[in-house]
C-alpha cells in the first residue's frame, strides 16, 4: 500500500514557505540579470512576469484543490492530459528546480564568504537537507523565522535608498521606458519578465505540498494568491529602490545590488546586515525548493519514472526521507560546479513549460478558460525570449526527458 504524508500546515504555513522560495530568490538573484536585459524598462519586465504568475497562480489553485496530492502539475498533467504530460511536467520541474537550489546556495556562498562560494553553498544544501529529513513541520517552522527577517532588511533597504540623495526617480523609465536610451526594448522586457519568472515561482512549493496540506480544497486556493501579492508588493518596493540609486547600467553590473544601492545611498555600515539578510533569504528559498523537488519526485516515484526506492516515506517523520537525500546529493554536485546567473535561465526555462502544462490542464476543467490561455500563451512567449543558450539548453534537456520517456514506453511494450 502507497504510504500518505501527514497533512499537518494550515493556511499561514503555506504562504511562509511560498513566501520563503519566493523572496529570497528573487530580490536577491534575478533583479540584476533582468536589468541587464530590459535596462530602464525594468519595471514593465516587473510587471509582465507578475500578470503570467498570476494566471499560472490561478491555474495552479483551481487544479491543486481538485487534486490534492503531492507533485503538482506532474499530477495535474497526467490526470488531465495524459500520463505523457504528466511525466514532462514533472521532469521539467525537477530538472529545473534542480539549477535553482543550486542558484539559490551560491547565492547562499556568495554573500557569506565569496572567496569559498562554492563550499559554503554544499554545506548550506546539506544542512537543510538535514532540517527536511526531520519532518515538515521543522521545515515550516524555519521558513517562518527566515520570512520573518527578510523583510526587516529590505524594507531598510528601500527606506534607506529612497531616502537618499542619491535617488533620481528618472531612472525608473516609468511609461514602460521603451523609449529611453538605455532601455532594452520590447525584446529586453520579455527576457526580463522570464527571468523574473524565475523569481516569483516559488507559489508552485505550496501545490507540490498538497498532501500536507489541511482542507486543501480550502487552503491552496487562498495561499497560493497571498503569497504572490505579497511577494509581488516586496519585488515592487525594492525594484524602484535599487533602481532609483543605481540606474539600469549599475544594477546590471552590480554582483549584489542590494549591498551596492545601500552604499551608493550613503550608508555603508550597513553592507554586512544587507549582507546577511541575503544569506538568510536565500537559505530560505532553498529550503522550500528542495521540498518541492523532492515531493515531486516522490510522485514521479510512485508512477514509476523514477526509480521505486523515492517513493519511501519515514514512517515515524512522515517525510520522503530518500527522495530528500537524493535531490539534496545532486543539488551539492550542481552547487559545487555552477555558475549562479547562468542557472537563473536555465530554470526559468524549465518552469515556464512545467507551467504552460498547468495552463493545459486547467484549461480542461471548464471555467477559468481565459486565464488559462493567457497564462499557456504567456509562459510560451516568456520562455522563448530567454537567452538563447538558456533556451537551446533546456529545449535539450526537456527533448532527452522525452526521449526517455518513449524509450522506457518501448521497453515496456516488449516486456
Known amino acids: 500500500m502507497t504510504q500518505e504524508l501527514r497533512r499537518t500546515l494550515g493556511v499561514s504555513d503555506a504562504v511562509v514557505i511560498g513566501l520563503g522560495s519566493m523572496v529570497g530568490a528573487g530580490v536577491f538573484a534575478a533583479l540584476a540579470p533582468a536589468a541587464r536585459a530590459a535596462g530602464s524598462a525594468l519595471p514593465a519586465g516587473l510587471a509582465l512576469a507578475a500578470v503570467v504568475a498570476y494566471c499560472n497562480a490561478m491555474a495552479s489553485a483551481r487544479l491543486a484543490a481538485r487534486y490534492p496530492a503531492s507533485g503538482g502539475t506532474y499530477v495535474y498533467g497526467r490526470e488531465r492530459l495524459g500520463e505523457f ?89 516609468l511609461g514602460l521606458g521603451l523609449g529611453s536610451a538605455d532601455s532594452g526594448g520590447v525584446g529586453g522586457v520579455l527576457q526580463a519578465a522570464g527571468l523574473l519568472f524565475f523569481a516569483f515561482a516559488g507559489y508552485a512549493r505550496i501545490a507540490t505540498l498538497g498532501e500536507e496540506v489541511r482542507d486543501p480544497a480550502r487552503t491552496i486556493p487562498r495561499a497560493i494568491p497571498l503569497a504572490l501579492g505579497i511577494a509581488l508588493v516586496v519585488y515592487a518596493a525594492v ?15 552590480a554582483t549584489a545590488p542590494l549591498a551596492e544601492a545601500v552604499r551608493a545611498a ?50 515515524r517523520r512522515q517525510v520522503p526521507h530518500h527522495a530528500e537525500l537524493a535531490v539534496g546529493a545532486v543539488v551539492s554536485v550542481v552547487a559545487a560546479t555552477a555558475d549562479v546567473r547562468g542557472a537563473i535561465g536555465f530554470s526559468s526555462f524549465g518552469v515556464l513549460a512545467y507551467y504552460a502544462i498547468a495552463n493545459a490542464s486547467a484549461w480542461t476543467l471548464g471555467s477559468g478558460r481565459i486565464l488559462a490561455v493567457a497564462g499557456l500563451v504567456g509562459c510560451a512567449v516568456l520562455a522563448f525570449a530567454l537567452p538563447v543558450s538558456s533556451v537551446v539548453a533546456g529545449a535539450a534537456v526537456l527533448a532527452l526527458g522525452a526521449a526517455v520517456y518513449g524509450l522506457r514506453r518501448i521497453r515496456r511494450a516488449r516486456s
Request: positive net charge; proline residues 4%.
Open 85 to 173: 504530460w504528466g511525466y514532462l511536467a514533472g521532469w521539467a520541474f525537477v530538472v529545473g528546480k534542480t539549477a535553482s537550489c543550486a542558484a539559490m546556495a551560491l547565492t547562499v556562498g556568495t554573500y557569506a564568504w565569496p572567496g569559498q562560494a562554492h563550499a559554503v553553498a554544499v554545506a548550506a544544501v546539506a544542512a537543510l537537507t538535514a532540517v527536511n529529513y526531520g519532518g515538515i513541520q521543522k521545515s515550516a517552522l524555519l521558513t517562518r523565522a527566515i520570512v520573518a527577517v527578510v523583510p526587516a532588511v529590505l524594507a531598510m533597504v528601500v527606506v534607506v535608498s529612497l531616502g537618499s540623495a542619491a535617488a533620481d526617480f528618472g531612472r525608473l523609465g
Open 266 to 315: 550613503g550608508a555603508p555600515g550597513l553592507v554586512p546586515v544587507v549582507r546577511a539578510g541575503a544569506v538568510v533569504a536565500a537559505l530560505g528559498s532553498l529550503l522550500a525548493l528542495i521540498l518541492g523537488v523532492s515531493r515531486t519526485a516522490l510522485a514521479m516515484a510512485r508512477d514509476g519514472h523514477l526509480p521505486g526506492a523515492l517513493a519511501a516515506v519515514h514512517p
Open 239 to 253: 525594484a524602484v529602490a535599487v533602481l532609483s540609486v543605481l540606474g539600469a547600467d549599475g544594477l546590471a553590473d
